[in-house]
């Protein structure tokens, strides 16, 4: 079964047919012209604004995820504004790290929403995968991308950055969100 995967990063759909791989779904890039203004206040809803517009330019199953790092002391901050809480992903790391210089309670955690639109139009599944960690004091690892460096994961002694891919795709908040995706998918085979 193919399913658009909202989003034009290929890194991204790339881990997430990772993630898939043996499940009989394959995710694919929207086609041309796919390019949403992500308004909303929430991942829920930047969510759905994201596989509402990949529906309508496939009409088929579409999928969006939105994600981002929120840390506690920062009031949830980036959140939504993750991805553009600077110019380029070693700006927002600095910007992270600067604003919690001295700053005791370091947990944070990544959030990814995704919902998962039919071929009618309609919002056929919606959920949100989480995986908790804190935020270090450096940099440290080079796999992964965006955060992942800053995001020390609960209980691994690791940051994201630090994990192999593999791992990564065991624990994180995307593949956490996915199995949920893929086991609705699966029951809904099952049921037709």
């Known amino acids: 079964m193919k399913i658009v995967l909202a989003s034009s990063n290929e890194h991204k759909v790339k881990e997430i047919n990772d993630i898939v791989r043996g499940s009989g779904l394959e995710f694919i890039l929207p086609p041309a012209g796919f390019d949403p203004t992500e308004d909303g206040r929430t991942f829920e809803e930047n969510s759905l604004i994201k596989a509402k517009a990949a529906w309508e330019l496939s009409k088929t199953w579409s999928l969006a995820d939105d994600s981002g ?114 086991g609705y998918l699966t029951d809904l085979r099952y049921s037709l």
Do not use: W
């Open 69 to 182: 790092l929120c840390i506690n002391a920062l009031g949830g901050k980036p959140g939504i504004h993750s991805a553009r809480y600077a110019e380029t992903p070693r700006k927002r790391i600095e910007r992270v790290l600067n604003e919690m210089k001295g700053i005791g309670d370091r947990k944070a955690h990544f959030a990814c929403c995704m919902t998962l639109i039919n071929p009618n139009g309609g919002v056929e599944f919606s959920y949100t995968g989480f995986c908790s960690g804190s935020i270090t004091e450096e940099a440290r690892g080079t796999n992964g991308f965006g955060y992942d460096p800053i995001f020390l994961v609960e209980g691994r002694g690791k940051t994201m950055a630090e994990l192999s891919e593999a791992e990564k795709n065991q624990i994180s908040h995307r593949s956490n969100a996915l199995r949920a995706v893929i």
